[in-house]
């Protein structure tokens, strides 16, 4: 069964336009263990993801991905020069994974935060919740549609 993500990304380190440029990307870097176990444990190939940029003015979602490989160790643990790099993760006992995920769509408006706030449809949906701070979390169906819908009015570029 098909689930759907919100996916929390910098623009600043790496935006919707980037993964457009580079249609599949790692989603990597994700070091908090709720998170991690959510990655390893709960999302499969074809999941469909939100893009959500956070630290900046305003916050919101930017589009749309599709997870296209499933969870797996992620290197960047184990490169001392990556700002991820952690020495108690090694390749024959990672602690840390990645996803790959694929370029879907760029919504031709952004959909903020305070906007995800302001419609009754998307009451309960995590990211709006005060204190709910995770990189990766679940969405509803519902709330996925509607989402996108607010994004592109229902159809996909």
């Not at 069964?1 to 790496?14: A, H, I, N, Q």
């Not at 935006?15 to 994700?30: A, F, K, M, P, Y």
Request: hydrophobic share 35%; charged share 30%.
């Amino acid at each position: 069964m098909k689930r759907y993500w919100l996916m929390k990304t910098e623009p600043g380190d790496y935006s919707i336009d980037d993964l457009e440029r580079d249609q599949v990307t790692r989603w990597n870097g994700i070091r908090n263990y709720q998170a991690r176990n959510i990655l390893h444990d709960d999302i499969k190939v074809n999941d469909e993801v939100l893009i959500y940029h956070s630290s900046t003015r305003p916050t919101g979602v930017a589009g749309v991905a599709r997870v296209v490989k499933v969870a797996y160790s992620d290197p960047s643990a184990w490169d001392r020069k990556s700002d991820y790099y952690d020495p108690r993760s090694t390749p024959d006992n990672p602690i840390w994974f990645a996803v790959d995920i694929a370029f879907t769509a760029k919504f031709r408006h952004f959909v903020t935060l305070d906007e995800i706030k302001s419609i009754p449809g998307l009451n309960g949906i995590l990211v709006a919740r005060r204190g709910v701070r995770l990189s990766v979390q679940p969405v509803g169906r519902k709330h996925f549609e509607i989402i996108t819908r607010l994004g592109d009015q229902g159809e996909r570029s």
